[in-house]
């Protein structure tokens, strides 16, 4: 697909195959001769749902600013974990290797996601080089998985916390609506709490594992009950977000957390604030 508009124009490649499956990167770019800074989306879906589409928005409003960016069509739902790390690990080198042919600058790409996607970006950009996630080849110079930094929008940073919540409320006298199908996906995505625990970047922090900590963000809708609770296991007295910033600052990483009108989250209400961190970070 190749759209042209009069600010930016949108291509379709194929960034790796599994099999006969064709795995999808849709690049929105600024006119101009380049080399532009960009930035990977991974859509939301609790790790089952969602597309790419749902990135277009956000990734419009980044070309249209001067940021060129990368929907990321990745393997999910019954494909289980680690499949989408393996994906977007292969999508960051895919994007380095070609980045000349395609205007873009290799020494300045970064990760962002949305829910799901924002646990999925922070955790590839705390292990690029995880042999597990870096398995698939790519052509061309084999380049590494780093991202300069990462913009996350109401993640799931902790997917075990996150399950045991939605069984919690669901178990109560008045379950509230926003649970669905939220306890379900994981058992498809992840399988068993162990994985949950294992794939967890929240948790990564608290056992001292050794990870990469590039400077983040965390955009937030409030009041958001879905992404913005207490952890009743965890060691820290602070809501999930404040306690992953509480983390990652004590290993050494850089990260700020801004509010935003719940209500008005899926608008340039969130976008700008991560245009702003991501020209901060890689002009």
Same mark, same amino acid.
């Given at each position: ?12 490649? *194929?960034?790796?195959?599994? &099999? ?59 494909? &289980?974990?680690?499949? #989408? ?60 998985? #780093? ?13 075990? #916390? ?6 919690? *409320? ?27 625990? *294992? ?6 922090? *608290? ?77």
């Amino acid at each position: 697909m190749s759209i042209e508009a009069e600010t930016i124009s949108v291509t379709e490649h *194929e960034y790796c195959r599994h &099999g006969d499956r064709s795995m999808i990167l849709r690049l929105f770019r600024p006119e101009g001769a380049g080399p532009f800074p960009v930035i990977l989306d991974l859509h939301g879906g609790a790790w089952n749902k969602g597309s790419i589409d749902e990135c277009t928005a956000r990734d419009t409003y980044f070309a249209e600013h001067g940021l060129a960016a990368a929907a990321l069509d990745f393997r999910h739902a019954a494909d &289980g974990y680690p499949t #989408s790390l393996i994906d977007i690990n292969t999508a960051i080198r895919w994007l380095k290797a070609n980045a000349a042919a395609h205007r873009l600058d290799p020494n300045r790409v970064a990760i962002t996601g949305q829910s799901s996607g924002g646990h999925l970006a922070m955790l590839a950009a705390m292990r690029p080089a995880d042999p597990r996630y870096k398995a698939h080849p790519v052509d061309g110079p084999e380049g590494d998985a #780093s991202v300069r930094c990462v913009g996350m929008t109401w993640p799931v940073i902790n997917p075990i #916390s996150r399950y045991r919540y939605a069984l919690r *409320e669901r178990a109560g006298s008045n379950p509230p609506g926003w649970i669905g199908d939220i306890p379900e996906r994981p058992d498809t995505y992840w399988g068993t709490e162990e994985a949950m625990i *294992e794939g967890n970047p929240m948790l990564a922090l *608290e056992r001292s594992e050794a990870v990469e900590t590039p400077p983040a963000i965390w955009v937030q809708g409030r009041p958001d009950p879905i992404h913005d609770y207490r952890d009743p296991e965890s060691p820290r007295d602070l809501n999930e977000p404040e306690r992953f910033a509480a983390n990652y600052r004590d290993a050494g990483g850089e990260i700020k957390i801004v509010d935003i009108d719940q209500a008005t989250r899926a608008s340039a209400t969130s976008f700008e604030p991560l245009v702003q961190f991501f020209k901060e970070q890689l002009t």
